[in-house]
């Protein structure tokens, strides 16, 4: 659980100081630059620096109290205003961005890979932007206790406003194929043939494939011809495929 609220926090944009100060203060009523160093363990200067970090994203609080400078951690609420309030100066240059973005032709061959779990999320939603159909194998159970239940429902909710039909294949049989059959545009079945194939994403001319172990990474291949192909391998799969069954 604390490694995954230290990875959250980093995330969305704390140092790893301004993680560790946090945390920190959030154990305490209020402290003093020189009380969090010794608990942290921290250099005085990276403390300071953290300390900060931290006032300025507006997660502290600064205490004058009898001519000392004391610290507060702010409700961890705060944390969700602050992403708020970053998406909405990101959404407002999103335009501006598109006016200078590099337009690729979408015959371009091309393999990249990203790493984090932030950025393969990133990669998922990317594909909506074909809006073309989506065919999806080799879905572990494991992937939404990786990616987050969350993010996987603004994803299907995104698609499906697009209209952007999508076809899965799990590689066992497990109740999330029930709710996602309940989905418009959706169709999920599971596969025993499938075995420890890495999820992977089809979509037009692209391939993503997701390595769920840590650092958690995205491979992005760009190549028609190697696309028809999984293309034609999925079809077979989804032919042999099994309907959700209750045991």
Same mark, same amino acid.
Request: charge should be positive; proline fraction near 3%.
């Given at each position: 659980?604390?490694?995954?609220?230290?990875?959250?926090?980093?995330?969305?944009?704390?140092?790893?100081?301004?993680?560790?100060?946090?945390?920190?203060?959030?154990?305490?009523?209020?402290?003093?630059?020189?009380?969090?160093?010794?608990?942290?363990?921290?250099?005085?200067?990276?403390?300071?620096?953290?300390?900060?970090?931290?006032? *300025?994203?507006?997660?502290?609080?600064? &205490? $004058?109290?009898?001519?000392?400078? =004391? /610290?507060?951690?702010?409700?961890? +609420?705060?944390?969700?205003?602050?992403?708020?309030?970053?998406?909405?100066?990101?959404?407002?240059?999103?335009?501006?961005?598109?006016?200078?973005?590099?337009?690729?032709?979408?015959?371009?061959? *091309?393999?990249?890979?990203?790493?984090? &779990? $932030?950025?393969?999320?990133?990669? =998922? /939603?990317?594909?909506?932007?074909? +809006?073309?159909?989506?065919?999806?194998?080799?879905?572990?159970?494991?992937?939404?206790?990786?990616?987050?239940?969350?993010?996987?429902?603004?994803?299907?909710?995104?698609?499906?406003?697009?209209?952007?039909?999508?076809?899965?294949?799990?590689?066992?049989?497990?109740?999330?194929?029930?709710?996602?059959?309940?989905?418009?545009?959706?169709?999920?079945?599971?596969?025993?043939?499938?075995?420890?194939?890495?999820?992977?994403?089809?979509?037009?001319?692209?391939?993503?494939?997701?390595?769920?172990?840590?650092?958690?990474?995205?491979?992005?291949?760009?190549?028609?011809?190697?696309?028809?192909?999984?293309?034609?391998?999925?079809?077979?799969?989804?032919?042999?495929?099994?309907?959700?069954?209750?045991?």
């Amino acid at each position: 659980m604390e490694e995954n609220i230290f990875r959250t926090l980093r995330e969305i944009g704390l140092t790893k100081n301004e993680t560790v100060v946090y945390l920190d203060l959030l154990t305490q009523k209020s402290s003093s630059a020189g009380d969090i160093t010794k608990r942290t363990k921290l250099h005085k200067a990276n403390t300071y620096a953290a300390l900060q970090g931290l006032s *300025e994203k507006g997660f502290i609080a600064t &205490i $004058l109290q009898e001519e000392k400078r =004391l /610290f507060r951690a702010q409700n961890p +609420n705060s944390m969700v205003d602050y992403v708020r309030q970053k998406e909405k100066e990101l959404l407002k240059i999103i335009p501006t961005l598109r006016t200078i973005e590099r337009q690729d032709s979408t015959d371009d061959n *091309e393999v990249s890979m990203v790493n984090g &779990i $932030l950025a393969s999320r990133n990669a =998922l /939603f990317s594909i909506l932007r074909f +809006n073309k159909p989506l065919a999806i194998y080799g879905m572990p159970s494991t992937i939404y206790d990786v990616l987050g239940e969350g993010f996987f429902q603004d994803f299907h909710k995104q698609r499906v406003r697009k209209k952007i039909p999508m076809k899965l294949i799990f590689n066992e049989n497990q109740d999330e194929i029930s709710s996602l059959n309940k989905l418009d545009l959706t169709e999920a079945r599971y596969s025993e043939l499938i075995g420890s194939f890495a999820p992977t994403i089809l979509c037009d001319n692209t391939i993503i494939m997701l390595v769920l172990t840590k650092p958690v990474s995205a491979i992005e291949i760009k190549n028609r011809s190697i696309a028809d192909g999984y293309r034609g391998h999925f079809e077979i799969l989804w032919k042999h495929a099994k309907q959700r069954k209750v045991v």
